[in-house]
């Protein structure tokens, strides 16, 4: 038995008679204190397969497990950070996350409640923004606060929907080596949506890309056999790394050109009629032979 499993799930979303299956036989099976990346174009279906695992959403069929338990809604073992910030405006760095902690630890005391927060606002590097709101904050700050918030809670998994594609490469090196760091240090099971083909070889023991969808599903997955802590500087002279990118990418690539190519033989199977013959007496359409119009009372002088 896996950490973490899905078993031939589907999800569709619409009425019964339109329903469209977004994706389709789901199978996954995650380890404890793996690092695993799912990568995917827009639109495959990442994030409903990040909200299957936190129990957001239910499969129409197959299951999903943790630890053996079927995950029927979302829990605090299951901690998922989103692609958009998701703070409460209104509420500083702190506030934001005691809001999180107060509802699944009810029981610490006020002082235990605070060092846990700030604990966590340390983690990622946010102690003198603690007490900021969302809008004074950076796009990195504020994905660093959603990060703290994630932690804070002590999810068992840690599902990262592309938590750092809105950001710009420098922040997004910065933060991709904090939640490295946070994985190392704390040993969480991760699963890390991207759309970053080095980002998922830098990060994860594993990369599984995910088709196009609709009825997407997962392909077989890339391992990635190089030592930890990798370093980002020399990254790109390291032949498994180039080796592993080179695949990973034009395995997507195959998979962009294929679901066009679907779309394309679609639309040429339209029904073979003839189209009707509209076109006019060559008379009525032969302007030049048209008089001009007497100018009328709406002439102006
Ligand atoms: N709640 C929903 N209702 C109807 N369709 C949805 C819903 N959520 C997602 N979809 C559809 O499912 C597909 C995949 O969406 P999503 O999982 O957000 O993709 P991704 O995260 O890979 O960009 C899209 O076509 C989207 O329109
Ligand atoms: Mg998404």
Known sequence: MSFLEIKQANVGFGPVSNRTEVLSDINLKVEENEFVAVIGFSGAGKSTLMNLLAGLQRPDQGSVTVKGQLVKEPGPHLGLMFQNYSLLPWLSVFENIELAVKTVFPKLSKSERRENIMHYIDMVKLTPAAEKKPHELSGGMRQRASL??????????????????????????????????????????????????????????????????????????????????????????????????????????????????N?????????????????????????RNRKAKPSGSRSVA
């Not at 080596?177 to 099971?189: G, M, S, V």
């Not at 779309?263 to 302007?287: E, G, Q, V, Y």
């Open 148 to 261: 703290a918030r994630t932690l804070s809670l002590q999810p068992e998994v840690l599902l990262l929907d592309e938590p750092l594609s809105a950001l710009d490469a420098l922040t997004r090196s910065e933060l991709q080596d904090q939640i490295l760091n946070i994985w190392e240090k704390d040993k969480r099971t991760v699963v890390m949506i991207t759309n970053d083909v080095d980002e998922a070889v830098l990060m994860a023991d594993r990369i599984i890309p995910l088709t196009i969808g609709p009825q997407a599903t997962l392909a077989e997955e890339f391992r990635v056999n190089m030592e930890r802590p990798r370093d980002r500087h020399t990254l790109n002279d390291h032949p498994e790394f180039m080796r592993l990118k080179a695949e990973i990418t034009s395995f997507m690539m195959g998979l962009n050109k294929e679901s066009k190519a």
């Open 263 to 287: 779309a394309n033989s679609s639309s040429t199977s339209m029904p073979d009629i003839k189209p009707k013959d509209f076109s006019l007496p060559s008379a009525r359409l032969d302007f």
